[in-house]
DNA sequence: AACAATAGTGCCTAATTGAAACTAAGTCTA
DNA sequence: TAGACTTAGTTTCAATTAGGCACTATTGTT
């Protein structure tokens, strides 16, 4: 007998939220957001404000944030073939929470920094 | 030459901002906060709430928590030995900017799931 | 003709994640 | 008192994922 079988099983395999918070939270997504936060960028653009990116990450975060309808891909026919992203009425709706996490970053990085030390000073 | 050699990098991969995102925004983390956020838990308390986390992910992901000063982590001498884990105030400070994102998450889950079909329909 | 830039793709290895078993200390049951 | 169960992990190994590097194809430049 269970001691406790009321016990709420907040986040199971399949919730939709979770999910999705998988796919617009990760490390590359967030970061792409904020580039073309300042204007529409082209593939190359875009992975030369990211230190680090390989293309293979660039353009499989790009796709799924394109399938997810958070930025918008659009395949101008000039001299060299330029791809342009750009953000999406839906992208510009995640912008305000994101900023929210970015600027929480930024206030308690310091902190973060003094809780670290504090930590790691215990672990003799 | 480069043709725009003022072009801004805006992410370097030594970026604090960038390095504690990374801390903070993944999977488990926000999972583990949400559940803490209904008053303190038990480490086998929260492994129930959280379907499909391993024990050492979860270790890994607490004392990540932990060493970030977001929450805290009480070893009470009972029976078979306690540990309950709680937020600190810092991390009630991040829970704000959580919820933003996860309050987007379920007003745009089916704009997102309209887009997600859209864009499966058009790769034939 | 050779070289650079465009936007990718493909292969292979390195790093991370997760599943399952194990540890250790104490409680409860038969 | 042996056996099973609880607690909170750690360890080991396998699988998944991520990243580095090389390659394609097209156009423009020198």
Redesign the interface.
Same mark, same amino acid.
């Given at each position: 007998m269970p001691k406790d079988s009321a016990?709420?099983?907040?986040? =199971?395999?399949d919730c /939709?939220?979770?999910l +999705?918070?998988?796919e617009?939270?990760?490390?590359w997504s *967030? *970061?792409i957001l904020?580039?073309l936060d300042t204007g529409p960028h082209r593939f190359n &653009?875009i992975k030369?404000? #990211? %230190? &680090?990116v390989s293309q293979k990450s660039l353009t499989q975060t790009l796709r799924k944030l394109?399938?997810? &309808?958070?930025i918008s891909r659009t395949v101008r026919s000039t001299s060299p073939v330029a791809v342009e992203y750009a953000m999406t009425p #839906?992208g510009m709706? +995640?912008l &305000? /929470? @994101?900023r929210?996490? @970015? =600027?929480?970053?930024?206030v308690? #990085?310091s %902190?973060?920094n003094?809780?670290?030390l504090? @930590?790691?000073g215990r672990q003799t």
């Open positions: 016990e709420t099983k907040y986040f =199971t395999v /939709p939220n979770r +999705l918070f998988a617009i939270a990760d490390k *967030m *970061m904020s580039v &653009g030369r404000c #990211l %230190e &680090g394109e399938r997810n &309808g958070i #839906l709706s +995640l &305000g /929470p @994101y929210a996490i @970015y =600027t929480w970053t930024c308690n #990085l %902190e973060v003094a809780a670290r504090e @930590y790691d």
